[in-house]
C-alpha cells in the first residue's frame, strides 16, 4: 500500500456542526511512532470553545431525545455500513499516528463498525416494563430515558473501537456527545466523526475537542449541562475524574489500567497456548488493557513453558506497520519505550532473569523488542505495575491456591485467563478470581453484545453489551390512577 505523510489530513476540531482549524490557537504535534515524523498539528480547544461545545449539546438534547429510536438505528446502522466500505481509508489514519500493523487497524475499524451495529439494534430494545398494579385501575410503569449530554475521554490504543464503544452508546440512548479523543491519534477519531455526520447524525448531537486534558475534563465536568461522563485511561486520571464528577453528580463510567494474571495450568497443550498467549500478548505492542501479562505457569511445565514463550516471542518481525510482514509495530511513544526500560531495570536488579528482549531497537522510531520476563519477586516493579508495553511475565506456582493469591494480590481487575482442562480447576478458578472479564481456554474478553469493564482499581460501569447502553439512560417509575 503506498502511504505516505501526505495522507494524514489537516486536524480540527468539530463545535456545532463547524469544522474549526487551528488558526491561531495553541497547538501540539501529532509523531508517527514508527520515524519520529511530524504529521500535524493538533489545535486545541480554549474556554469559549468548550463553551461553545456545551451550549451545542443542551441545545441538541431536546430533538435528539424526542428523534425515534427507529431512526437512530437507521443513522447508526448507516454508519457501520461506511466503516466498512471506508476501513482501507481509516486503517492507514491509525497505522500513521498509533504504529500498528495495518492488519490490526483493519480489525479494529471491523469490530468498531459492529459496535455501532450492535448499538443500533440495542437503541430498540431499551424497553421499560409494565408492574402488577396494587388495585384496580392503576398502572404502573417504567420507562428508560436518555440521561443527557455526555462527556466522553478516549486513549490512543484503539482510537476507532473505543470511540464506537462511547459515542454508538451514547447516541443510541439519545443522548448528545462532546468527544475527546487522545490528542496522539486524532484523525481516526476525525474519520469517523465525517462518517457519522455523513450518515444523518445533526450539528451538535457529536462534537470533537482537542487539547489539554485536565483543562478540557475540568471544564465540561465542571457544567450542569453535562449529565454522563465516560473515561477510558489510567486509574490516576480516573481518580480525578471520579473527584470532579461528585460536584455536579453526573454518572460516570471508567475503564482503567489493567494487569492481567493468566493461569496455566500443568494440563494445557502448551504449544497451542503459547501460540494464542504470544499473538495476543504482543497485539498492539502489548498496549491493551486487557492485555495478557502475568502469567503464572504450574511447576511441571513452567520452564518449557517459558523457553517456548521466549523463542516464540524472539521470532516475531518487528516493524512499520505498514510492511505486510510486520508482526508487532513501534510503541506508541517514547514514554512506553521509557516504561519498558525502567520495568526490565528494576527487574535485573532485583536478581530477575531478561529471558528475550528487554531493549530498545535501534535510534529512529519508538520500536522496543518483544520482552519475557522470568524469576521476578513479587514486589519487582513489572508484577505490580502494568506495563502497557510489550513485555510478559512468567511465574511459576505449585497450587491452585497459591496462583490465586498472586493473582489478586494487585488492586487491578480488569480481565484475567484461565488455560486447562480440568472443568474443577476452571469452575474454582474463575469463581475466585477478582477481575471483570474472564476467558477460558480462549483469549477474548470482550464483544459488542458483552459487557466490559472491571473492578477495583481498574474502574467500575461495563461498556458493550445491554449493560454499555444502560449506562445513558436514566430509569422513569410512573403511577397512574384511576
Given at each position: 500500500?503506498?502511504?505516505?505523510?501526505?495522507?494524514?489530513?489537516?486536524?480540527?476540531?468539530?463545535?456545532?456542526?463547524?469544522?474549526?482549524?487551528?488558526?491561531?490557537?495553541?497547538?501540539?504535534?501529532?509523531?508517527?511512532?514508527?520515524?519520529?515524523?511530524?504529521?500535524?498539528?493538533?489545535?486545541?480547544?480554549?474556554?469559549?470553545d468548550l463553551d461553545r461545545a456545551l451550549a451545542a449539546a443542551d441545545r441538541a438534547f431536546a430533538s435528539w431525545?424526542?428523534?425515534?429510536?427507529?431512526?437512530?438505528?437507521?443513522?447508526?446502522?448507516?454508519?457501520?455500513?461506511?466503516?466498512?466500505?471506508?476501513?482501507?481509508?481509516?486503517?492507514?489514519?491509525?497505522?500513521?499516528?498509533?504504529?500498528?500493523?495495518?492488519?490490526?487497524?483493519?480489525?479494529?475499524?471491523?469490530?468498531?463498525?459492529?459496535?455501532?451495529?450492535?448499538?443500533?439494534?440495542?437503541?430498540?430494545?431499551?424497553?421499560?416494563?409494565?408492574?402488577?398494579?396494587?388495585?384496580?385501575?392503576?398502572?404502573?410503569?417504567?420507562?428508560?430515558?436518555?440521561?443527557?449530554?455526555?462527556?466522553?475521554?478516549?486513549?490512543?490504543?484503539?482510537?476507532?473501537?473505543?470511540?464506537?464503544?462511547?459515542?454508538?452508546?451514547?447516541?443510541?440512548?439519545?443522548?448528545?456527545?462532546?468527544?475527546?479523543?487522545?490528542?496522539?491519534?486524532?484523525?481516526?477519531?476525525?474519520?469517523?466523526?465525517?462518517?457519522?455526520?455523513?450518515?444523518?447524525?445533526?450539528?451538535?448531537?457529536?462534537?470533537?475537542?482537542?487539547?489539554?486534558?485536565?483543562?478540557?475534563?475540568?471544564?465540561?465536568?465542571?457544567?450542569?449541562?453535562?449529565?454522563?461522563?465516560?473515561?477510558?485511561?489510567?486509574?490516576?486520571?480516573?481518580?480525578?475524574?471520579?473527584?470532579?464528577?461528585?460536584?455536579?453528580?453526573?454518572?460516570?463510567?471508567?475503564?482503567?489500567?489493567?494487569?492481567?494474571?493468566?493461569?496455566?495450568?500443568?494440563?494445557?497443550?502448551?504449544?497451542?497456548?503459547?501460540?494464542?498467549?504470544?499473538?495476543?500478548?504482543?497485539?498492539?505492542?502489548?498496549?491493551?488493557?486487557?492485555?495478557?501479562?502475568?502469567?503464572?505457569?504450574?511447576?511441571?511445565?513452567?520452564?518449557?513453558?517459558?523457553?517456548?514463550?521466549?523463542?516464540?516471542?524472539?521470532?516475531?518481525?518487528?516493524?512499520?506497520?505498514?510492511?505486510?510482514?510486520?508482526?508487532?509495530?513501534?510503541?506508541?511513544?517514547?514514554?512506553?519505550?521509557?516504561?519498558?526500560?525502567?520495568?526490565?531495570?528494576?527487574?535485573?536488579?532485583?536478581?530477575?532473569?531478561?529471558?528475550?528482549?528487554?531493549?530498545?531497537?535501534?535510534?529512529?522510531?519508538?520500536?522496543?523488542?518483544?520482552?519475557?520476563?522470568?524469576?521476578?519477586?513479587?514486589?519487582?516493579?513489572?508484577?505490580?505495575?502494568?506495563?502497557?508495553?510489550?513485555?510478559a511475565i512468567v511465574r511459576r506456582f505449585s497450587t491452585l491456591d497459591e496462583a490465586i493469591g498472586v493473582a489478586?494480590?494487585?488492586?487491578?481487575?480488569?480481565?484475567?485467563?484461565?488455560?486447562?482442562?480440568?472443568?474443577?480447576?476452571?469452575?474454582?478458578?474463575?469463581?475466585?478470581?477478582?477481575?471483570?472479564?474472564?476467558?477460558?481456554?480462549?483469549?477474548?474478553?470482550?464483544?459488542?453484545?458483552?459487557?466490559?469493564?472491571?473492578?477495583?482499581?481498574?474502574?467500575?460501569?461495563?461498556?458493550?453489551?445491554?449493560?454499555?447502553?444502560?449506562?445513558?439512560?436514566?430509569?422513569?417509575?410512573?403511577?397512574?390512577?384511576?
Open positions: 500500500m503506498d502511504i505516505s505523510v501526505a495522507t494524514y489530513p489537516e486536524i480540527k476540531l468539530l463545535l456545532d456542526g463547524e469544522w474549526i482549524a487551528a488558526g491561531e490557537r495553541k497547538s501540539q504535534p501529532v509523531i508517527n511512532p514508527s520515524t519520529g515524523e511530524v504529521l500535524a498539528q493538533v489545535p486545541h480547544a480554549s474556554a469559549s431525545r424526542a428523534t425515534s429510536a427507529y431512526d437512530r438505528r437507521r443513522i447508526l446502522g448507516r454508519v457501520a455500513d461506511l466503516l466498512r466500505e471506508r476501513a482501507t481509508e481509516i486503517a492507514p489514519l491509525t497505522v500513521l499516528e498509533q504504529g500498528k500493523p495495518l492488519a490490526e487497524a483493519m480489525a479494529d475499524v471491523a469490530t468498531a463498525a459492529d459496535m455501532f451495529e450492535w448499538f443500533a439494534e440495542e437503541g430498540r430494545r431499551a424497553y421499560g416494563r409494565l408492574i402488577p398494579p396494587r388495585e384496580a385501575g392503576r398502572r404502573m410503569l417504567v420507562t428508560l430515558e436518555p440521561v443527557g449530554p455526555v462527556a466522553a475521554f478516549a486513549p490512543w490504543n484503539v482510537p476507532a473501537i473505543t470511540m464506537s464503544r462511547k459515542v454508538g452508546a451514547s447516541l443510541a440512548a439519545g443522548c448528545p456527545v462532546i468527544y475527546k479523543p487522545s490528542e496522539e491519534t486524532p484523525a481516526t477519531a476525525m474519520a469517523v466523526a465525517r462518517i457519522l455526520i455523513e450518515a444523518g447524525v445533526p450539528e451538535g448531537v457529536l462534537q470533537i475537542v482537542l487539547g489539554d486534558p485536565d483543562m478540557i475534563s475540568r471544564h465540561l465536568m465542571g457544567s450542569p449541562i453535562i449529565r454522563k461522563v465516560t473515561f477510558t485511561g489510567s486509574t490516576p486520571v480516573g481518580r480525578q475524574l471520579a473527584r470532579l464528577s461528585a460536584e455536579n453528580l453526573q454518572r460516570l463510567t471508567m475503564e482503567l489500567g489493567g494487569h492481567a494474571p493468566v493461569l496455566v495450568f500443568d494440563d494445557v497443550d502448551i504449544e497451542t497456548t503459547v501460540r494464542g498467549a504470544v499473538a495476543t500478548k504482543f497485539r498492539n505492542t502489548g498496549q491493551i488493557c486487557t492485555a495478557p501479562t502475568r502469567f503464572l505457569v504450574q511447576d511441571a511445565i513452567a520452564e518449557r513453558f517459558t523457553e517456548a514463550f521466549a523463542e516464540a516471542a524472539r521470532n516475531l518481525k518487528v516493524g512499520d506497520g505498514f510492511d505486510p510482514a510486520t508482526q508487532m509495530g513501534p510503541c506508541a511513544n517514547p514514554r512506553r519505550v521509557e516504561a519498558m526500560e525502567r520495568l526490565v531495570a528494576d527487574a535485573e536488579a532485583r536478581g530477575g532473569r531478561v529471558v528475550t528482549g528487554g531493549k530498545r531497537i535501534g535510534n529512529a522510531g519508538c520500536y522496543f523488542e518483544p520482552t519475557v520476563l522470568a524469576d521476578l519477586p513479587d514486589d519487582a516493579l513489572a508484577m505490580t505495575t502494568e506495563p502497557f508495553g510489550p513485555m489478586n494480590s494487585l488492586r487491578y481487575g480488569l480481565a484475567g485467563y484461565i488455560h486447562s482442562t480440568s472443568a474443577a480447576r476452571i469452575a474454582r478458578a474463575s469463581e475466585a478470581l477478582n477481575v471483570g472479564c474472564i476467558a477460558v481456554n480462549n483469549w477474548q474478553v470482550s464483544a459488542p453484545e458483552t459487557p466490559f469493564g472491571g473492578v477495583g482499581d481498574s474502574g467500575y460501569g461495563s461498556e458493550g453489551g445491554l449493560e454499555g447502553l444502560q449506562a445513558y439512560l436514566a430509569i422513569k417509575f410512573i403511577h397512574e390512577g384511576a
